[in-house]
C-alpha cells in the first residue's frame, strides 16, 4: 500500500503516457488515408490506390484515328511520313470542344463548327484548337540537347538554318520554307 502511494504520480504519469498513446494512433488512423504505403511498403510514404485511380480517369486526350474519320485527307498525307505517330495535339491543341461541334454539326445542319485560332505560343496552351507555323512547335521535339537519344533526328536550329540556306532564318515560320506540318519531308 505504502509503495502505491508512494509512486502515485509515476502511475499518473504512465496512464497519461498510455492514454496520450493510444489518442496518438486512433488519430493517425484517422487521419492517414487507407491504403497509404501498401504492399508491405512497396509503394513507400505513398498511397497505393491512388495509382488505380487516376489509371481509372478518362483520357482527356483524343486518339488520331477519331480526327481521321472526318480528315482522312491528313490521315493520307501523313501515311508515309516519319510523322504517322505523331500526334495531332501537338500541333492543334487538344480539340475536344472541336471534335463535339464537328460531331454535332455532322447531325444538324444548325450546328457551326468554331474556327481554328492563333496559337498563343504556350505548350500547355488552353486553346482549344489552333492552325500554326511557329517554329516552336517543332522545337519541343526536334531541338538538340544533351540527353537526346543519338538515332533522334534532331537539329542545332542555327546551323540547320545555315548548312540548308534558309532564306529568313529569323521568321518564326522559317521552317516551313522547306518542311510541311504533315508530311515534313524537306
Ligand atoms: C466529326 C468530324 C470531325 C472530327 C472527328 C474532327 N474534325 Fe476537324 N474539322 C471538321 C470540319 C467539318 C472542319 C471545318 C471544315 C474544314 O475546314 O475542313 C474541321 C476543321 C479542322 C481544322 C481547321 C481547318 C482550317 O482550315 O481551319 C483543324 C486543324 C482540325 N479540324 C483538326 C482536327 C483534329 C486535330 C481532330 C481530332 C482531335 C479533328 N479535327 C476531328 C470535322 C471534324
Ligand atoms: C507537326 C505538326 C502537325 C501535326 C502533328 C499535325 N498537323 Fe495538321 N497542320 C499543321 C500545320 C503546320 C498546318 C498548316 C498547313 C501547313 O502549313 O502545312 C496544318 C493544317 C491542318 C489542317 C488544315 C487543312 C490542311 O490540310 O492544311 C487540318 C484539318 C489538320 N492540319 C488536321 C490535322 C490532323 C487531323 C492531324 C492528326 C491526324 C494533324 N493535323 C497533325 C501541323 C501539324
Ligand atoms: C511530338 C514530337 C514532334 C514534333 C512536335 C515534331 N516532330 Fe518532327 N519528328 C518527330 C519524330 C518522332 C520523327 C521521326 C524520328 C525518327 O524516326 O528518327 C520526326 C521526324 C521529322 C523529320 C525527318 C523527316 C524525314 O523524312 O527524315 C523532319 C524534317 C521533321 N520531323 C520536321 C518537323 C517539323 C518541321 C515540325 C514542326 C512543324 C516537327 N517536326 C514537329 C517528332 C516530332
Ligand atoms: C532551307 C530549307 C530548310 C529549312 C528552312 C529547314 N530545313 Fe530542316 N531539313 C532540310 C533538308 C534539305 C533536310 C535533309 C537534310 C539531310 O538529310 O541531310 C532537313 C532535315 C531536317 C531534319 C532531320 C535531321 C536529321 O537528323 O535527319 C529535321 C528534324 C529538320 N530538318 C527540322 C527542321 C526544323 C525544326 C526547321 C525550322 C527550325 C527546319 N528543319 C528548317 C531543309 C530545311
Known amino acids: 500500500m505504502k509503495f502505491l502511494l508512494d509512486t502515485k ?3 499518473i504519469l ?15 488512423s484517422w487521419m492517414v488515408p487507407d491504403t497509404y504505403g501498401d504492399l508491405m511498403g512497396r509503394y513507400g ?3 497505393a490506390a491512388a495509382l488505380e485511380q487516376i489509371a481509372a480517369r478518362p483520357s482527356v486526350i483524343i486518339a488520331d ?4 474519320e472526318c480528315h482522312q485527307d491528313v490521315e493520307e498525307e501523313r501515311t508515309d511520313s516519319k510523322h504517322a505517330t505523331v500526334r495531332c ?3 492543334h491543341g487538344l480539340a475536344r470542344k472541336h471534335v463535339a461541334q464537328a460531331q454535332a454539326a455532322a447531325k444538324s445542319p444548325d450546328a457551326t463548327i468554331a474556327p481554328a485560332q492563333e496559337w498563343d505560343g504556350d505548350p500547355l ?10 517554329r516552336a512547335t ?3 521535339c526536334h531541338e538538340e540537347n544533351v540527353g537526346m537519344p543519338e538515332w533522334f533526328q534532331k537539329i542545332n536550329v542555327e546551323e540547320h538554318l545555315d548548312d540548308q540556306g534558309a532564306e ?10 522547306c518542311h510541311g506540318g504533315h508530311d515534313t519531308a524537306p
Request: hydrophobic letters at 40%; charged letters at 20%.
Open 9 to 11: 504520480h509515476l502511475w
Open 125 to 134: 496552351t488552353k486553346i482549344d484548337l489552333y492552325i500554326t507555323q511557329d
Open 65 to 68: 484515328s477519331v480526327c481521321h
Open 45 to 47: 510514404p505513398y498511397r
Open 138 to 140: 517543332c522545337l519541343v
Open 89 to 91: 495535339i501537338h500541333c
Open 14 to 28: 504512465l496512464a497519461l503516457l498510455v492514454l496520450g498513446g493510444v489518442a496518438a494512433w486512433e488519430a493517425r
Open 168 to 177: 529568313e532564318p529569323d521568321s518564326k515560320e522559317t521552317c516551313f520554307e
